[in-house]
């Protein structure tokens, strides 16, 4: 059984970082961890509970190398979209510190995505993806097939963050390798037409366990009590 963190509650959940550049390579991940972490994973909720998830875990080293390939092809693209967040200016300097900063981070998960000794992939079943009605779904809004879908995999995703967390395990939402999902899902035998992935998260353990809270815009501008 991997110790458990000392941490508080609100500690986990205001702590749980995106980890690069403090992913640990060299030391392995047991099989049993990360078996404990898709098990607190699927305590989150589905809708009418249909439990219609599933995480593959990648510890091959080929797979993770043709994944990693597909990241950085996918990060290539992305970098000369106009609205990719290493394009954006904003008026506050600080911010576009931190932005270099995620940035630098971001190089480096990319040239180092394979060395990774675990890679998860949550994925959902039912693809809502494409502007065709979901089969069964009648005129349902799209909107609320995509919110059922992606409301079921990312706190499930987040649970598997925070349970990795409080193991000592860092981890990253990366989803650029998105770009390439059908060759993604060829490497690892997803039946692409039925599946869709939510991500692709790195998983290792950290060098050092102290990870500070993340920077966020004040909280007022993003409440909004009673009306908008
Ligand atoms: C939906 C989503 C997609 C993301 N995609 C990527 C990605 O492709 N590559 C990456 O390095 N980080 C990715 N991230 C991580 C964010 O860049 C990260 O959350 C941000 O840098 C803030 O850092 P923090 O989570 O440590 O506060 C993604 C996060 C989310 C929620």
């Known amino acids: 059984m991997t110790a458990i963190l000392p941490l508080g509650l609100d500690e986990l959940l ?3 970082r995106s980890v690069r550049k403090r992913l640990d390579f060299s030391k392995p991940v047991e099989r049993e961890t990360i078996q404990q972490c898709i098990e607190i994973a699927i305590q989150a909720p589905t ?3 249909l439990q219609n998830w599933h995480f593959v875990v990648v510890t091959e080293v080929e797979k993770r190398r043709a994944l990693a390939d597909l990241y950085r092809k996918g990060r290539e693209i992305y970098v000369t979209l106009p609205s990719a967040t290493p394009n954006l200016e904003y008026e506050d ?3 576009n510190r931190m932005q270099e900063k995620i940035e630098e981070s971001a190089q480096y998960l990319n040239m180092y ?3 990774a000794p675990v890679h998860v992939i949550p994925c959902i079943e039912g693809r809502t993806d494409s502007s065709k009605q979901a089969e069964g779904w009648g005129d349902t809004p799209n909107i609320l097939l995509q919110s059922a879908q992606w409301g079921s995999i990312a706190p499930a995703t987040w649970n598997f963050m925070l349970a990795a967390r409080a193991r000592g395990l860092g981890t990253c939402w990366t989803s650029l390798h998105l770009f390439f999902e059908e060759q993604a899902a060829e490497i ?3 039946p692409y037409d039925k599946i869709m992935q939510a991500c692709l998260m ?3 353990y950290t060098k050092g366990t102290d990870f500070k809270l993340g920077k966020r815009d004040p909280i007022d501008s993003v409440i909004h009590w009673d009306s908008w």
Request: proline share 17%.
């Open 47 to 49: 809708p009418s509970n």
């Open 188 to 190: 690892i035998g997803i």
């Open 202 to 204: 790195p998983v290792a």
């Open 93 to 95: 300097p600080k911010r």
């Open 113 to 115: 995505f394979q060395e």
């Open 14 to 16: 205001t702590t749980t």
